[in-house]
């Protein structure tokens, strides 16, 4: 089992920055994905930012160039530092991990039913 639990939500204007925390615990040896999806209301949960086992990283067309997502993998950590905010950035973030490694890492952001764990969500708001 895996627990994930995010943090660093908040709210922020357009063109701040937030800088989202997904602290992983429990049997974390394996986890080859893990990403960051989001979901405001009235709308499908929407992939963000992915990366696997080799670092290898991919975002939506929406944060590229905006967002970064890294792992701390001492701490068993997913960072997702997003910069120059807009007001349709505003959701629900969610942190998940354990994809199946067949997926590329492109499907691994389009496919949030087969992931496995997901956090609780942290809430983020960008007002213009």
């Known amino acids: 089992q895996v627990q994930l639990v995010e943090s660093g939500g908040g709210s922020v204007q357009a063109g701040g920055s937030l800088r989202l925390s997904c602290a992983a615990s429990?049997?974390?040896?394996?986890?080859?994905?893990m990403a960051w999806f989001r979901q405001a209301p009235g709308k499908a949960r929407e992939g963000v930012a992915v990366v696997d086992g080799a670092g290898d990283t991919y975002y939506s067309d929406s944060t590229k160039g905006r967002f970064t997502i890294s792992k701390d993998n001492a701490k068993n950590t997913l960072i997702l530092q997003m910069n120059s905010l807009k007001p349709e950035d505003t959701a629900m973030y969610y942190c998940a991990a354990d994809l199946p490694q067949w997926l590329t890492t492109i499907q691994a952001l389009r496919v949030p039913s087969m992931y496995k764990y997901w956090g609780q969500g942290t809430q983020a708001t960008v007002s213009s």
């Open positions: 429990g049997n974390t040896y394996n986890l080859y994905y």
